[in-house]
């Protein structure tokens, strides 16, 4: 069965958090991952990070990052100061995860979030710049063995990469072994046609998995279609990691973000919280486990 983890951000109104005390909460509600904010790390000190990475260990949890590149670190941008910009911005962080032992990045790695409003020509130019820039971090990524996992985000998010085949297209024409895919349950429910044939799609390409319901809530809570997502992944042999983001809470720069705005949780406790993510942990695995049957 794959790594199943959940994002610090469900319980938390800012990316900057006490990140032991959710490695000890992923790990007594049963998860086997937990997903930072990576963009935290570089402001860190080298102890705190060391300090983040033996709590992991200690309490057996995995750590994988993930980030939507902040504008001026746009590596499709048409200043190629930017671009500089964001690929030594890239470089910081895939050493800061290479120094905590992590293996897997995922997020908006290849322009920026949240992406601006472009025209399709705009697009098709901004794509070959983010070809050039992924192409000089891509050596990078195989020198620290970390999968480098480009998330498929819905157009309101970003305009470069919407759907599994534009991600494929956008890979296979790159080359890189460590760059990859990361799929999401709910940017796939905006723009796929069908999430069964997306996942097949994306194949051997897929790297990291993120799910969620269509309107961020916990898995099971929704009406996306877990049967064809657990199908997807299993008849492409998918062996990576399958990471919940929901988020339910407003308020505070997540909030903001991620627009949250109305209280999808109501008002449940932290205690409640911790209740949803467990319950949601566990509809996972079982429809999981009847897949695999
Ligand atoms: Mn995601």
């Known amino acids: 069965m794959n790594k199943t983890g959940i994002y610090f951000a469900f319980w938390e109104r800012e990316w900057e958090a006490d ?19 990576a963009g935290c790390l570089p ?12 709590c992991a260990r200690t309490e ?7 980030i939507g590149l902040p504008p001026c670190y746009d590596l499709a941008h048409e200043d190629a100061e930017v671009r500089a910009q964001g690929k030594d911005y890239v470089k910081r962080l895939l050493s800061c995860i290479y120094e905590m032992g992590g293996k897997t990045f995922g997020g908006i790695l290849y322009s920026a979030w949240p992406g601006r409003t472009v025209t399709y020509d705009y697009k098709m130019q901004a794509r070959e710049r983010s070809l050039a820039s992924l192409k000089e971090i891509a050596k990078v990524t195989e020198d620290y063995d970390i999968d480098y996992c480009l998330e498929v985000v819905n157009r309101f998010e970003q305009y ?13 024409e790159l080359g890189a072994p460590k760059v990859k895919l990361l799929l999401d349950s709910f940017h796939m429910n905006i723009e796929e046609d ?6 097949r799609t994306a194949g051997d390409y897929l790297g990291h998995f993120h799910i969620g319901e269509c309107n961020r ?5 929704g009406r996306i279609d877990w049967d ?9 042999g998918y062996q990576g990691k399958i990471v919940m983001e929901p988020f339910i809470k407003p308020g505070g720069q997540v909030g903001k973000d991620i627009k949250i705005y109305r209280d999808q949780s109501d008002g449940a406790t ?5 209740m949803l993510a467990q319950n949601a942990l566990a509809f996972i695995r079982s429809r999981q486990k009847a897949w695999e049957q």
């Open 270 to 274: 932290e205690e409640e919280m911790d």
């Open 160 to 172: 470069l990469l919407n759907t599994a085949q534009e991600g494929v297209d956008f890979v296979k």
């Open 194 to 199: 069908s999430l069964y044939e997306a996942i």
């Open 217 to 221: 809530k916990t898995p099971g809570l």
């Open 228 to 236: 064809s997502i657990c199908r997807g992944l299993l008849s492409i």
């Open 19 to 37: 990140y032991c005390y959710y490695i000890k909460k992923a790990a007594r509600l049963g998860f086997d991952v937990l997903e930072l904010a």
């Open 43 to 54: 402001e860190m000190t080298k102890d705190k990070r060391k300090e983040i990475a033996d």
């Open 60 to 66: 057996g949890i995995e750590l994988t990052y993930c």
